[in-house]
Nanobody
Framework: QVQLVESGGGLVQAGGSLRLSCAAS????????MGWFRQAPGAQRELVAG???????NYADSVKGRFTISRDNAKNTVYLQMNSLKPEDTAIYYC?????????????????WGKGTLVTVSS
C-alpha cells in the first residue's frame, strides 16, 4: 500500500506560479510511475503530467512549456512546478501512483490516489 498526500495548492492570480508536492509513504514509490491529474467542476479527471520510474515524462498539451514534473526518490516525493498559470488551470489536482505502469496514464488504471489539493487561478 502507498499513501499519497498532496500539498501546495492555493489561490493565485493569472500569470503566477505554484509548486505542488506529493509525499508518498507506506512503501517506497521510487519504482512507481507517478502522475498528476486534475479535475475541474463538471469535467473528467485528466492527466496533467506523469513521470515513470525511469524518468520518462509525459505532459498534457495544455500545460507543455508551463508545467514541470519532477521526482526526488530519496524523499519519496513528486513535484509539479506550475508557471504562467491560467484561469482554466483551476481544478483539484490529484497525485496518483501506478505500481507497474499498466495504466499508460489512464486515470482508471492508476493504483493509488491522494485526496487532492485545490488550485484556483483568478483572472
Amino acid at each position: 500500500q502507498v499513501q499519497l498526500v498532496e500539498s501546495g495548492g492555493g489561490l493565485v492570480q493569472a500569470g503566477g506560479s505554484l509548486r505542488l508536492s506529493c509525499a508518498a509513504s507506506g512503501r517506497t514509490a521510487s519504482g512507481y510511475a507517478m502522475g498528476w491529474f486534475r479535475q475541474a467542476p463538471g469535467a473528467q479527471r485528466e492527466l496533467v503530467a506523469g513521470i515513470t520510474s525511469g524518468g520518462s515524462i509525459n505532459y498534457a498539451d495544455s500545460v507543455k512549456g508551463r508545467f514541470t514534473i519532477s521526482r526526488d526518490n530519496a524523499k519519496n516525493t513528486v513535484y509539479l512546478q506550475m508557471n504562467s498559470l491560467k484561469p482554466e488551470d483551476t481544478a483539484i489536482y490529484y497525485c496518483a501512483a501506478d505500481a507497474r505502469f499498466l495504466s499508460r496514464w489512464s486515470a482508471s488504471g492508476m493504483d493509488y490516489w491522494g485526496k487532492g489539493t485545490l488550485v484556483t487561478v483568478s483572472s
